[in-house]
């Protein structure tokens, strides 16, 4: 043995000083750096060091957007989100935000810790990632892994980042495939294109017709898993179920273009944000407390030609 060499103890990784302890994340297990929390005391962010300036630049980007982004989400759902945590690392190994976002529960409890790809020089990704997971979190346990759920989510980080997130469309998908009727049923994944795309351009019709996404998603919860999208419909309306899906392909022949967006009806409105973001919610306001555990079902956002590892 060479004594100039001797043998040396595993050296231990060392904790991130000068913040919280990172909590357990669904997939990423390296070093969490702290960056910092943002003003209301809601959003805790995390960055994987590795990444280098790029990364932390998204990281902090994030941090300085994150009040905006929940008091948005706040706005969406009509209730106050608890608080979460995130980290921004090459999930997926991609370094341009595909590599998409994931969390584990559809609930402050379960999911509340968030993981989002890196978007190098494109933080608006990053920030319409966390706002696709914190989505998930407001729906309260309900929508988890279901299509009804995953179109929802998607709707709202394209509201909140100017749809950041154009090459995650999944509507030109379902028309391309012959659009099969995902209205009249919900499909039980969130990982199936056609049956979100028919989703994505379902809510862009409604919100055509003048009924925002503020007014679209509390009804949404409240339908809950076996909800369909007719009776979405048939609820804001006031119209029968029944007429949902051949309205619905009426519209849809009738556009000049055809589906070659997630928003081919021009449905899609700014969020207005009620409250001056980065503001504490008022000492009333409750976070709402998950009323089902989610089932272990995929909750992560993949671009519809990328699947779930």
């Known amino acids: 043995m060479n004594p100039n060499h001797p043998i040396k103890a595993t050296r231990k990784k060392k904790k991130p000083t000068g913040g919280p302890a990172a909590p357990p994340w669904p997939s990423y297990r390296g070093t969490s750096q702290f960056v910092g929390t943002s003003p209301s005391g809601r959003v805790t962010v995390y960055v994987d060091p590795s990444l280098g300036q790029s990364g932390m630049q998204n990281a902090q980007d994030l941090l300085n957007d994150a009040d905006r982004v929940a008091t948005a989400n706040d706005t969406i759902f009509g209730t106050t989100g608890g608080p979460v945590s995130v980290i921004v690392f090459a999930l997926g190994g991609a370094t341009d935000g595909t590599g998409g976002a994931d969390h584990m529960g559809c609930d402050y409890t379960t999911g509340a810790a968030i993981e989002v790809d890196a978007s190098f020089g494109k933080s608006a990704r990053v920030s319409a990632l966390f706002e696709a997971e914190l989505s998930e979190c407001s729906m309260n346990g309900n929508l988890c892994g279901q299509s009804t759920g995953e179109a929802l989510s998607r709707w709202c980080a394209a ?53 925002s996404l503020d007014k679209i998603a509390p009804a949404m919860v409240a339908l809950g898993d076996p909800g369909t999208l007719a009776q979405l419909y048939a609820n804001l309306t006031s119209d029968v179920a029944s ?25 899609a409105k700014p969020v207005q944000v009620s409250r001056v973001a980065g503001a504490k919610p008022p000492a009333a306001a409750k976070a709402a407390k998950p009323t089902a555990i989610c089932q272990p079902k995929s909750k992560r956002l993949l671009p519809p030609n990328k699947k779930v590892a």
């Open 243 to 267: 007429n949902a899906w051949p309205k619905f392909q009426n519209s849809i022949q009738a556009l000049p273009n055809g589906v070659t967006s997630d928003d081919p009806f021009g449905g």
């Open 159 to 211: 509201s909140v980042s100017n749809n950041a997130l154009s090459d995650f469309a999944t509507a030109p998908v379902w028309a391309q495939d012959g659009m099969p009727d995902y209205v009249n049923k919900t499909d039980p994944t969130d990982q199936n294109a056609d049956s979100t795309g028919c989703g994505m351009a379902l809510l862009s019709w409604v919100m055509s017709q003048g009924y």
